[in-house]
């Protein structure tokens, strides 16, 4: 039995057969709670910065470099485990980095000053790095082009929602067992992820004990037809190829312009509830947890948004990008609106609109990762995700310095706004209608 449509290239807009079985769901159901660990594991610091401030005697430039500690060293490993998972598989890859950023969660409670958490943060940083670039090359495998917009819609749903669950899950904790303890916990949690995940997962579905013939046969003839057939450790696009390619360097661009913005709302947005609008430590967990709230909303939607659209326009190109663009602008234009608002509920409002529109195109951009590296999918995401890392990098630290030196939050916040702005124009570079590694492919700009 035939299980693929003979019909024309995705492009053209085709609809496939889908099969019997659902292997491939569990899969996508397994990188979602992992999704939403990592995120539930990287936030809870905003939210214990007061008393892990007070008890270590940091101030808000040291507490800036603490945040920023997480990201440089997720995006010094961000390349090298994209490249490890291609080369090894991600079923390997993602049990080791699991382990290790769990461990380090786990001993974050143990640190006893400024020094031993900047290395603990970095470490647990170069952990997570792994996270997301092995799963974009997983899903890879297992979903076709025109289901990966949805795909990386619901993996970016869970993780907003560890997110907005992790600000009032540990409020609630540190005043139950204190921030040493929350961070044990949270660090147990990846333990038992990864235990169950090396058991279970196989890196190719045709090896996965649970999949039905029909399901094997349709992944089969969906790989063979998009050329994904038999991955090529060893073979694939060169450096110079991804590190070149006009849409990588502008999604790198829009990714690392949002990471940037976004990145106010993970490590300061508590304090500057706080301290420049009054607000009490409960009232702070629950507001500060509207963006994410908002970024499931936009990640999922952006998840259909983006697949429909590739549909009604017949193919990638245009759909991915208008997606970002829209996204990334008016992300923008909500952020500046709030900085215009003295009450603080309406500024919070407008903040968490901008989280809604902010991760409206993060399925669109992980799905065009999936499909301009198709098997090099680990690299390309390692690449764009360092740029991620790089934004995230410096937004915790410029506004430590500037609220240090008595900028106040004004002008930090003015930046971060123009910055969404500027994530927008990026998305106009971004052409994932061809796979990398395909030759005679091209680019043909932002017409």
Request: charged share 15%; with cysteine; net charge neutral.
């Amino acid at each position: 039995m035939n299980l693929a449509t003979n019909l024309p290239d995705l492009d053209e807009g085709p609809a496939r057969i889908r099969p019997a079985g659902f292997v491939r769901y569990q899969v996508l159901g397994m990188f979602s709670i992992l999704a939403a660990i990592t995120y539930l594991d990287r936030i809870c610091m905003s939210q214990a910065a007061g008393p892990i401030s007070a008890e270590l005697g940091l101030d808000k430039r040291q507490m800036g470099w603490v945040f920023s500690a997480f990201t440089l060293g997720y995006l010094i490993f961000e390349v090298p485990t994209g490249w490890l998972g291609d080369r090894i598989g991600p079923r390997r890859v993602l049990t080791r980095v699991v382990l290790w950023w769990s461990a380090f969660t786990a001993v974050t409670g143990l640190v006893m000053g400024l020094k031993s958490l900047l290395l603990v943060r970095f470490c647990f940083g170069g952990g997570e790095a792994g996270a997301f670039p092995n799963i974009a090359r997983a899903l890879t495998r297992w979903f076709p082009t025109e289901q990966r917009g949805r795909a990386q819609g619901t993996i970016w749903t869970t993780a907003r929602i560890g997110a907005a669950v992790s600000l009032p899950l540990t409020q609630w904790m540190l005043s139950l067992v204190g921030w040493k303890m929350t961070f044990v916990i949270y660090g147990l949690v990846g333990l038992v992820w990864a235990g169950v995940f090396r058991v279970w997962y196989r890196d190719e579905p045709a090896d996965h004990p649970d999949i039905s013939d029909e399901e094997r046969n349709w992944i089969a003839s969906w790989q063979k037809e998009q050329g994904t057939a038999e991955a090529d450790p060893a073979g694939g696009a060169s450096w110079r190829a991804i590190l070149t390619n006009p849409s990588v360097l502008g999604l790198c661009g829009a990714t690392a312009c949002s990471a940037f913005a976004w990145y106010f709302f993970a490590t300061w947005m508590p304090t500057y509830l706080k301290e420049a609008r009054g607000m009490t430590p409960n009232s702070v967990a629950n507001l500060s947890a509207l963006p994410f709230l908002a970024g499931v909303l936009g990640c999922a939607l952006g998840g259909w948004m983006s697949d429909s659209l590739v549909a009604m326009m017949g193919g990638t190109r245009y759909a991915r990008r208008a997606v970002g663009f829209i996204g990334a602008t008016m992300a923008g234009v909500c952020f500046l609106l709030s900085l215009q608002v003295k009450s603080p509920i309406p500024t919070v409002l407008l903040m968490a609109l901008a989280g809604f529109f902010n991760d409206l195109p993060a399925s669109s951009l992980w799905a065009a990762i999936m499909d301009l590296g198709e098997r090099d999918a680990g690299r390309v995401a390692g690449v764009v995700n360092t740029a991620s890392g790089i934004g995230a990098f410096l937004s915790p630290i410029l506004f430590g310095e500037l609220i240090q030196l008595g900028w106040g939050w004004g002008i930090p916040l003015t930046i971060t706004g123009i910055v969404f702005l500027a994530g927008g124009l990026c998305w106009l570079f971004v052409d994932p209608s061809r796979a990398i590694s395909r030759p005679g492919d091209g680019f043909e700009g932002i017409a």
